[in-house]
């Protein structure tokens, strides 16, 4: 898909394989996971949903580089690669009080501590007896054992700045822009 490797709801992998591209060794990289505590984000402008009407996902990573600050997401109709205030704008509405159980939190961690730190063993993507619950990518998981899981819990230090709304992250990320 776009002249990098691609498989279907396997984002974190997807994102994992792209940053390490040579075609992007000369930017800052950054994998964004997108979730939240109740795992149930709302996201726009996805693929997964006809146009106007919001996933939601249990978590969702997309890559970012900067200089200016540039989402990567396989899944999103968004132009790709989109600029991140455009991104942001049409990806993450406000929500109506009710609502805001599916406002998203964020995880920024940057490509080297990602390439360090991230493992998965595609666990989450298997039924209790063991069947796939979507077809694996072809090419072997990233790095060995399994640690999804703690960059999807927000408390956990594992890698990575943890940011708390999309206000945050457009702070955070505003002097790249520039």
Known sequence: MRGFDYQALYCEENIFRLLEDPRFVSLRRFALFITNRARSVAVWQ??????????????????????????????????????????????????????????????LVPHEVLRATFASDRRH??????????????????????????????????????LSSVEALRERLSFENE
Not at 80 to 89: E, G, K, M, T
Not at 125 to 131: F, I, V
Not at 134 to 156: K, Q, V
């Open 46 to 107: 996805q693929l997964a949903r006809p146009k106007g009407e919001p996933v939601l996902w249990d978590y969702h990573v997309v890559g970012l580089t900067v200089g200016p600050a540039t989402v990567w997401d396989f899944d999103t109709r968004l132009p790709w690669p989109c600029p991140l205030d455009a991104y942001v704008r049409e990806s993450f509405h406000p929500l109506a009080p009710e609502s805001r159980v599916h406002a998203p939190r964020f995880r």
């Open 125 to 162: 993507m298997r039924t209790p007896s063991g069947e796939w619950t979507a077809p694996p990518p072809s090419w072997p998981p990233p790095n060995t054992g399994h640690t999804l899981e703690r960059y999807l819990t927000l408390d956990d230090p594992i890698a990575g700045e943890v």
